[in-house]
Antibody, heavy 126, light 109 residues
């Protein structure tokens, strides 16, 4: 079955750019009707959606982060990536990637995230 | 922006009891855009319910979802020890903007 794995530096300095990659295994990132999302969770807090990408390259971002976020996809490597610029301590969190399903059932669209990576912790500190 | 408010913040129950978790939206949400997730410490969230009431693959039938409009409920009919966790509701709104509730912690009494 499809599995996701996040990778990237665990420590980023303030004002720099956080860069993470999610590798998809067990299936092609290009197959099916899927978006590919990034979500983060500060320690002890709730989940915040960062943004998502379709394999066509179309993206949607959380308006609160939009000015700092870029999500891209590399179908040849079966990966998608997150860049978050000008980071501060408030960006310290566990970052998850997830498969974002768009399903059509009896003429209704259904949206949900059915496969998640294990998460990677990113700390912003000098 | 649609805000999801979950209640209670913490629910203390014993194994075998019934759990009822609430998720209230600040505006009407399409049922097919509402999902529930379970998260255990140190783990990623796991999809439980999509479309407000459809169980995800492999989810036991003691988990059920219901509701429409602005009020949604996750019910666990008879709590098992492994059910004690944090539960989040999620909605897909326009823009699009995906938002989560703040979570309900289900703890052992």
């Amino acid at each position: 079955q499809v599995q996701l794995q996040e990778s990237g530096p665990g420590l980023v300095k303030p004002s720099q750019t956080l860069s993470l990659t999610c590798t998809v295994s067990g299936g092609s990132i290009s197959s099916g009707s899927y978006y590919w999302s990034w979500i983060r969770q500060p320690a002890g807090k709730g989940l915040e959606w960062i943004g998502r990408i379709y394999t066509s390259g179309s993206t949607n971002y959380n308006p609160s982060l939009k000015s700092r976020v870029t999500i891209s996809v590399d179908t040849s490597k079966n990966q998608f990536s997150l860049k978050l610029s000008s980071v501060t301590a408030a960006d310290t969190a566990v970052y998850y990637c997830a498969r974002d399903v768009v399903a059509t059932i009896r003429n209704y669209y259904y949206y949900y995230m059915d496969v998640w990576g294990k998460g990677t912790t990113v700390t912003v500190s000098s | 922006e649609i805000v999801l408010t979950q209640s209670p913040g913490t629910l203390s129950l014993s194994p075998g009891e019934r759990a009822t978790l609430s998720c209230r939206a600040s505006q009407s949400v399409s049922s097919s855009y509402l999902a529930w997730y379970q998260q255990k410490p140190g783990q990623a969230p796991r999809l439980l319910i999509y479309g407000a009431s459809s169980r995800a693959t492999g989810i036991p039938d003691r988990f059920s979802g219901s509701g429409s409009g602005t009020d949604f409920t996750l019910t666990i009919s008879r709590l098992e020890p492994e059910d004690f966790a944090v539960y989040y509701c999620q909605q897909y709104g326009s823009s699009p903007k995906i938002t989560f509730g703040q979570g309900t912690r289900l703890e052992i009494k």
